[in-house]
């Protein structure tokens, strides 16, 4: 055994190859699916074990900044966790996953982001995590005088500007932009379709995006939307005609509950709804050190100076996480701590303690994976 340890520039293709066996029987290009993640410049960040001088297992992380209502907040998405048949049931994929999570707090991140639900997940201290309203349209004609066409890489300063008026997001370089457009252009060629369509409130006059995935499942095409932005009633009445553009009969539309003109347009359609986590992850703050840090302006706003200069925090031996209110000290598993700091729709916000001001701070929302989903 070999690892874990970062891919080497001269084992990447095979590393591909393997993900693309694992993951898609060789009929998708992983390297096309997530361009942010399975870039050159992202090596360092993918973790594998090899066996023979081949990669076996894999366990890849994207570090980027996300803003949460003004802070600054490092999060770390970790995605395509796995290991070739013959080689499973070694604890490879868990130790690649250790891996590229002690890398990414070793770079700054608080929290983790992975890819998925799975017991693995779940023994790190990862769980499902946020409350959002679903809801579901089905397909016809934009409404409301709007209009909608796909987004090309003319497009992407449109895109930029749209994406960073959002109050909880992710840090977008351009270059980033440049390779989710481009792959976007390229899967809504394939079987996967996929698409960003810009919405006109009038000819020439961009109002909002909406980037949503279509995927064929044993009952038919089945559409969700991935990622938006800008006006919301713009997006509500542009949704039955991204499902039509994407070729199905309906599109899931997710509102975190930190978006409430969203939810409460929602509300007021005629369609199905219903309360759900947030999409496609389990999360984990890994450093409580570094998430007290990052969140620090958001907890004076909302306790004072005083009240967030009350609060500390420390990692103890057996990896669990104290915190302390003036002289009173909390203990929690990472897992019980994630679910206080973004909340659970099935458990609320509190546990089995007595009210503190961490219940004036928390829960936080966390921006949805989007175009920067690993």
């Known amino acids: 055994m070999d690892g874990p340890r970062p891919v080497t520039p001269d084992e990447f293709d095979g590393l591909i190859e393997m993900l693309d066996e694992v993951f898609t ?20 960040n993918l973790f594998v074990i090899a066996e023979n001088g081949r990669p076996v297992s894999h366990a890849g992380v994207l570090v980027r900044d996300a803003y949460v209502f003004g802070c600054r907040v490092t999060t770390a998405s970790i995605g395509s966790v796995c290991t070739l048949d013959e080689y499973r049931g070694r604890g490879y994929a868990s130790r690649c996953l250790e891996a590229a999570e002690k890398k990414a707090v070793e770079d700054g991140a608080s929290v983790t982001l992975i890819s998925g639900y799975r017991g693995m997940y779940t023994r790190l201290g990862a769980i499902q995590v946020g409350r959002s309203l679903v809801a579901d349209f089905e397909a016809g004609e934009p409404a409301g005088g709007v209009s909608i066409r796909r987004a090309e890489r003319a497009d992407i300063d449109v895109l930029e500007q749209l994406y960073e008026r959002e109050p909880v997001r992710f840090h977008r370089p ?53 990622e938006y932005a800008g006006c919301r009633r713009s997006i509500v009445a542009a949704l039955p005609g991204v499902a039509g553009a994407l070729g199905s009969e309906a599109i899931k539309m997710r509102a975190p509950d930190w978006d409430a003109p969203l939810g409460a347009l929602l509300r007021a359609e005629d369609v199905y709804t219903a309360r759900e986590h947030l999409m496609g992850h389990t999360v984990k703050v890994s450093s ?29 031996l057996e990896g669990l996480y104290d915190c302390w209110v003036g002289e009173e000290r909390l203990t929690f598993e990472p ?36 175009l920067n989903y690993v």
């Open 335 to 370: 897992a019980a701590f994630t679910a206080l700091a973004f909340g659970q729709p099935e458990t609320g916000d509190r546990h089995s303690r007595p009210e503190s001001v961490l219940d004036r701070v928390f829960p936080l929302p966390l921006p949805l994976a989007g």
């Open 25 to 44: 029987g060789g009929r998708r290009h992983m390297r096309d699916a997530f361009p942010l993640l399975f870039n050159v410049s992202n090596l360092a």
């Open 174 to 226: 351009l270059e980033d932009w440049e390779n989710i457009v481009s792959a976007v252009e390229a899967r809504s060629r394939g079987r996967h379709k996929h698409g960003i369509f810009i919405i006109d409130s009038e000819p020439g006059s961009p109002a909002a995006y909406v980037a949503a995935s279509r995927y064929e499942w044993q009952d038919g095409p089945h559409i969700r939307m991935d």
């Open 288 to 316: 409580i050190e570094h998430f007290f840090h990052q969140v620090q302006p958001l907890m004076e706003e909302r306790v004072g100076r005083s009240g967030a200069g009350a609060l500390k925090c420390a990692t103890s």
